[in-house]
């Protein structure tokens, strides 16, 4: 008896410790790495429901306006690679100035563009700059993020993008109310300003963030094991009697990525194509457009809600318990959308949908970082780089894909073959997480 009150007050006081200390991490990283990315996001989401009616009145047709909108995303997935490099060869601060300054000069280009190809040329640049900024957050995370607390600093920095898609249409708002539409892009300027001010008043991340003990013995474990990795491949090419090949990360680790990363490529095409299917399922239905915004925004308040549960989840129970149920349920979710033939329904549809996104923030780059650190250590913003190729290439291709079964087959079919894709990752997820990143 004696022993048992012993090891529940042991219990209480680890669990104390730990809350201690990942308060105290949270207040190392707030403003030098979590603040940039809110203000970049912010700026990122005011402009996103604005790129289709720029290119509109311009005179493209709606087809052509949704194109170039997707050029946002291919301009993401073009700028995975080469961000990638940018940060393995001058860090990461250099990078996210880098992005904010490209960022800046796309938005000046859609504002001024006279046309839709130099509008698309801005739409394209200011997604090769997001991929960038996105890339040197989520690598220097990887970098620092003790294992214990990993999965909590990704759900939080997924919850940044959230958090800016929130914001950023509540400031488009009145921006287009009193000035006009076009005006929308000196927000995001104003914004990658702020994150250009904030990195230049900020001491350097990792001076702040070495601070932490945990943090720091984690780093140097880290990048002794990088060391090791490194110097072991040079005598075994030496020993081969060849030179060590030089080749880009993803082809290096693609029997990793084509399972893993295709895996989460199938969770960000999900997450993608809700935001497609949710405005057209109720248009369908006849819902007015005003209560179709208003339900997507209770949805998405119900996402935004549930960011840092998903982390707490993962660190203490393992990555499946959030991948499987986000992939279960946006699958189950839009199986069911069929079903879904009155107002009430939609709403509860939509609701389900938001919740099971909502439980698996950050699990897309938590599972990138626990790959990278266990099988790339010396290249990790090289195999972060192949892995958001992957899983941002989800992203592009889940609006083209709804878009292409609904022309051949109508709308209920291109949901059902969605919701399948999410029952085949979920599949993928729970074969392949125990073999590459444990429980």
């Not at 600093?153 to 249409?169: E, V, W």
């Not at 030089?246 to 680790?253: D, F, N, R």
Request: one cysteine or more.
């Amino acid at each position: 008896m004696a022993q048992l009150h012993t090891a529940k007050k042991q219990d209480a006081s680890d669990s104390s410790r730990s809350s201690r200390s990942s308060s105290d991490f949270l207040k190392h990283l707030f403003v030098p790495v979590y603040m940039p990315a809110i203000l970049f996001s912010t700026g990122e989401g005011a402009l996103i429901p604005v790129v289709p009616l720029t290119a509109n009145n311009l005179g493209a047709p709606l087809a052509i306006s949704g194109l170039i909108s997707g050029l946002l995303m291919i301009g993401v997935v073009l700028g995975d690679i080469p961000s990638s490099l940018l940060v393995k060869r001058f860090g990461e601060a250099f990078a996210m100035r880098t992005a904010a300054i490209m960022a800046i000069v796309a938005a000046i280009i859609c504002w001024k563009a006279p046309n839709l190809v130099v509008l698309a040329v801005g739409v394209l640049a200011i997604g090769i700059a997001s991929a960038t900024f996105n890339l040197a957050r989520h690598a220097f995370l990887t970098e620092w993020t003790p294992l214990w607390f990993r999965a909590r600093a990704m759900s939080l920095l997924g919850g940044t993008t959230r958090i800016g898609n929130f914001i950023g249409p509540f400031l488009a708002s009145p921006v287009i109310a009193f000035i006009g539409i076009q005006s929308v892009y000196w927000v995001h300027v104003v914004m990658c300003v702020s994150v250009l001010v904030l990195l230049a008043i900020m001491q350097d991340p990792e001076a702040i963030i070495a601070r932490d003990s945990e943090a720091k013995v984690a780093h140097d474990k880290r990048m002794e094991f990088a060391r090791q990795a490194q110097e072991k491949a040079v005598l075994q090419s030496q020993h081969e009697g060849g030179k060590q090949k030089k080749q880009l990360a993803i082809v290096t680790y693609f029997s990793i990525l084509v399972r893993m990363g295709t895996a989460a490529g199938i969770l960000q095409m999900m997450r993608a194509a809700r935001q497609v299917i949710l405005p057209l399922w109720g248009t369908q239905l006849h819902i007015p457009e005003a209560r179709i915004a208003l339900i997507t925004g209770i949805a998405g308040a119900v996402d935004l809600s549930l960011f840092y549960t998903s982390g707490q989840v993962m660190d203490k129970f393992g990555r499946k318990w959030a991948a499987i149920p986000v992939l279960l349920g946006i699958g189950l979710s839009f199986i069911a959308m069929p079903l879904a033939h009155q107002e009430w329904s939609y709403v509860v549809v939509a609701i389900c949908i938001s919740l099971a996104n909502g439980l698996g923030s950050g699990i897309v780059m938590t599972l990138g970082s626990d790959c990278a650190a266990k099988f790339a250590p010396e290249d990790m913003p090289g195999f972060l780089g192949g892995w958001r190729v992957f899983t941002d290439s989800g992203s592009a291709i889940g609006p083209l894909g709804i878009s292409g079964v609904t022309a051949l087959a109508g709308l209920p079919v291109a949901v059902i073959v969605m919701g399948a894709a999410g029952l085949l990752g979920a599949y993928m997820m729970q074969r392949y997480i125990p073999r590459y990143v444990g429980r």
